[in-house]
């Protein structure tokens, strides 16, 4: 059983997917940070609002609060690319490695 799992463990690279996980973990929170302290308070003048969370547009009775949206869609845009680069990078030398 034992000889199993370790199979199990080498084949389907548990490791390097437990060291990633935790990278993204630990990267989300910097991007989020990122954009938080440091983008949002630049775009804030552009908002209709004091503060980035409470911007807001209003049509009619419906109010649509965009602030908070906008810096979640910042921090997965900022977090696609990153990955887009690592895993280019990766694709690139694993291809290199076969030939």
């Known amino acids: 059983m ?3 799992f370790a199979k199990f463990l080498k084949e389907f690279n ?16 910097l991007i989020n940070s990122f954009v938080k302290d440091i983008l949002m308070p630049i775009i804030t003048p552009l908002v209709s609002s004091d503060s980035w969370k409470e911007a807001s ?7 649509l609060a965009y602030g908070s949206f906008v ?4 921090n997965f845009l900022i977090l696609a690319f990153i990955i887009f680069i690592v895993a280019r990078k990766l694709l690139k ?3 290199n490695a076969k030939k």
Do not use: Y
């Open 14 to 29: 548990v490791m390097a997917l437990a060291i990633g996980f935790i990278m993204g973990t630990a990267s989300t929170s």
């Open 57 to 63: 547009v209003t049509f009619g009775p419906i109010t």
């Open 71 to 74: 810096a979640e869609l910042l």
């Open 2 to 4: 034992f000889k199993d």
């Open 93 to 95: 030398m694993e291809s």
